[in-house]
């Protein structure tokens, strides 16, 4: 059977018939003219994939937007939406066309062949529920409800009934230590957390209920503990409560079938708090509104090419934990119609056994259409030596996805010479990079581009990406083409932060994305636009760690490595570059007297698998005297990053800049040792 209409061109014809405009996305130049319409013209742009995907408002809007200034741009002013209520909107034709809305399995589930399919009418009776169970309990629009759940149904289910409130979701993954967890929840102070009781990963079960009673102590404004009976159906659901606070189980608030009717909101009301870690203080806890988030998710469904599955019969997968953007990517597969097909677990298979099949098989027995995963999967897959094609039918396969880190060329011809062709044709390679900051995506695909080796198809529509060279005395920066430059946004998205919360003055959030450029968003990626209109992107230009998709900052780190007594001070580099597997030191000065041996690089080792989780675990420790600093006291990742990935010493560092000169030497040499 022939892939369906690509929905890029219902898109275009739609723009053709509805606005006059004529756009062809099949080749590089008419692209190129499409993208640059759809930042010129942002009012226009925005304003028709408003209308493409009928999002309704009972309310009518003054205009699009009111400035497009960054930050501070204002969209849609006026219109009342809900991210549930258009979500739902799929459930009567999806439900009679006999797509599910969910499909899942989990390690044991896969291990007997079993699936859960939840219908669109079961998944909203259930969201209907536990709304009202909610309401019941005093929540309302604007608390924050946060969640400790791994990557189930009950999640999704959870998330769609604050949204339906208006209440702020935040979730963490179930395996994050005890110390993250607090530096992100504390500070949005929850009305209600929602947990599991454990989970399941490798083949190992972990009990998290001692972890939960820890935090639900310290985290004083929680008033109601819904727990998830997730490993023990007997577990004790009265322990997890405190002094005034209520407990309950989280079947039992799913069991209702009441009436359900979503809150209209304003355009900008919260829907979620994410985190980006920065390299000093705690985690940023970035506020994203309905509005600006559905349209952007629309939006990237037509670059990933995700229609209803009423018309495309499409199934989409992308591999994610609940502590990464990929996880509320996935859920936007709903927003768009498509039956979403979400797996928990590890990817491997159980511990010990490795078996990077695995994946591949749920695919093939659920289905998928579209699969998706970090870039590190696809280069696990090929030291694997797997072979997809033998773990069942991957016939329906019509696109994968990769993000997280660039792709390399060798995942490139992996994918292809080891994945059904379509239609007698490499099957599409839609490499992506976007970033939790603004829940989207700069740069995907289009199934009617050209797919080149390496490189990242296209900007996205409305999203004004460009490569510009280092800031001129007036911030300025040039834009580069064929060159490598820092990744920047010259024009407001409506996905982009309603702001960072606790941040009063909004200083926080202008000095995350705008120092280096007044009133542009930089972005902390280096990139290079080729002449085709492709991009590639080399890593980060700044000291965030990257490590297989999940952005961590180095502070929550140091905390971690700092509260051991025998450790001083300490730095910590990720040197993930083009496609290269990341690789991150962690250096320390320790304590008079002490050397760095085996038991005190364990002891290092499982302080940050506990405080925080395994994917901050370093993959090695070295001990130095002395950590490069600044003269203010400013630890220098950056230019230990630049340092170890070639740049010349002189350039990097400036003695007489410096408050520790001393520590150039050990560095440099480091450098040179690592590069031989």
């Known amino acids: 059977m022939s892939p369906p209409e690509p929905q890029i061109l219902r898109y275009t014809r739609w723009l053709r018939d509805r606005r006059g405009l004529d756009f062809d996305p099949t080749t590089p130049a008419g692209y190129e003219r499409f993208w640059r319409w759809s930042c010129e013209d942002l009012r226009g ?11 309704e408002s009972p309310t009518l809007h003054a205009t699009v937007l009111v400035e497009a200034k960054m930050p501070g741009a204002e969209w849609f002013p006026g219109a009342q939406v809900n991210y549930a209520r258009h979500l739902f909107s799929h459930a009567e034709r999806s439900h009679a066309a006999g ?19 939840i219908t669109w009418p079961e998944l909203r009776r259930q969201v209907a529920s536990f709304a009202a169970a909610l309401s019941r309990m005093g929540v309302a629009p604007g608390d924050r409800v946060c969640a400790i759940l791994p990557n189930l149904p009950q999640t999704a289910i959870a998330f769609l009934a604050c949204a339906s409130l208006g209440a702020v979701w935040s979730v963490c993954s179930a395996d994050m230590g005890p110390l993250a967890i607090l530096d992100r929840f504390r500070q949005i102070e929850p009305k209600v957390v929602i947990a599991c009781d454990g989970y399941v990963y490798g083949g190992v079960a972990a009990d998290r209920l001692p972890v939960l009673r820890g935090l639900i102590d310290e985290l004083t404004s929680v008033r109601h503990v819904v727990l998830l009976r997730h490993l023990d159906a007997d577990a004790d659901i009265a322990a997890l409560a405190g002094k005034a606070r209520a407990a309950h189980d989280f079947d039992a608030l799913v069991a209702d079938d009441p009436p359900f009717e979503p809150a209209w909101l304003p355009f900008d009301h919260p829907l979620w708090i994410v985190y980006s870690s920065g390299t000093t203080g705690l985690p940023k806890a970035i506020v994203h509104g309905h509005g600006g988030v559905m349209l952007e998710g629309l939006k990237i469904g037509l670059h990933n090419n995700l229609g209803p599955s009423v018309l495309t019969g499409d199934r ?34 159980p511990a010990g056994a490795p078996d990077w099949s695995t994946l591949w098989r749920f695919a093939a027995e659920t289905g998928v259409t579209f699969f998706g995963a970090g870039a590190a999967f696809y280069a696990s897959c090929l030291k694997a ?21 660039p792709l390399a060329i060798e995942c490139y011809r992996w994918v292809w010479d080891h994945l059904p062709k379509v239609d007698g044709e490499n099957i599409w390679l839609t490499p992506m990079s976007g970033g939790t900051d603004f829940a989207g995506a700069f740069i995907a695909g289009l199934p009617t581009l050209p797919v080149v080796e390496g490189e990242m198809q296209c900007r996205c529509l409305g999203a004004a990406v460009e490569a510009w060279s280092e800031p001129d005395a007036e911030g300025r920066g040039r834009a580069l083409v064929d060159e490598v430059g820092e990744l920047v946004c010259t024009k407001p998205m ?11 003055d909004g200083s926080r959030y202008r000095d995350s994305y705008f120092d280096m450029y007044p009133g542009i968003w930089r972005h902390g990626d280096w990139l290079r636009i080729t002449p085709r209109g492709g991009a590639i992107i080399y890593g980060r230009s700044d000291a965030t760690i990257n490590r297989h998709g999940i952005r961590m900052g180095t502070a929550e780190l140091y905390r971690a490595v700092e509260a051991l007594p025998e450790v001083l001070d300490s730095l910590v580099v990720d040197l993930e570059y083009l496609g290269r597997e990341s690789y991150m030191p962690l250096f320390v000065v320790l304590r008079e007297g002490l050397t760095l041996d085996e038991a005190l690089t364990k002891r290092i080792k499982a302080g940050i698998r506990t405080a925080l989780s395994a994917r901050h675990v370093p993959n090695e420790i070295f001990q130095v005297q002395a950590i490069p600093r600044t003269l203010s006291g400013k630890k220098m990742e950056l230019p230990v990053k630049k340092l170890l990935m070639g740049a010349p010493a002189e350039q990097v560092f400036k003695a007489g800049a410096m408050a520790t000169p001393e520590s150039i030497g050990w560095f440099a040499e480091f450098a040179r040792r690592r590069e031989g």
């Open 99 to 117: 797509h599910p809305a969910i499909v899942f399995r989990d390690e044991a589930m896969q291990a007997h062949g079993e699936t859960l399919e």
């Open 45 to 55: 742009f925005w304003q028709s994939i408003f209308d493409f995907f009928a999002i």
């Open 316 to 349: 989409f997968h992308w591999y994610a934990s609940t502590g990464w953007i990929m996880w509320n990517c996935q859920i936007h597969g709903l927003l768009g119609g498509t039956t979403i097909c979400l797996f928990d677990g590890s990817p491997a298979g």
């Open 385 to 405: 030596g797997v072979e997809p094609v033998r773990a069942g039918d991957l016939s329906r396969l019509r696109g994968i996805g990769a993000t997280g880190s």
């Open 494 to 504: 409506p996905s982009m932060p309603l702001g960072f919360w606790g941040d009063a």
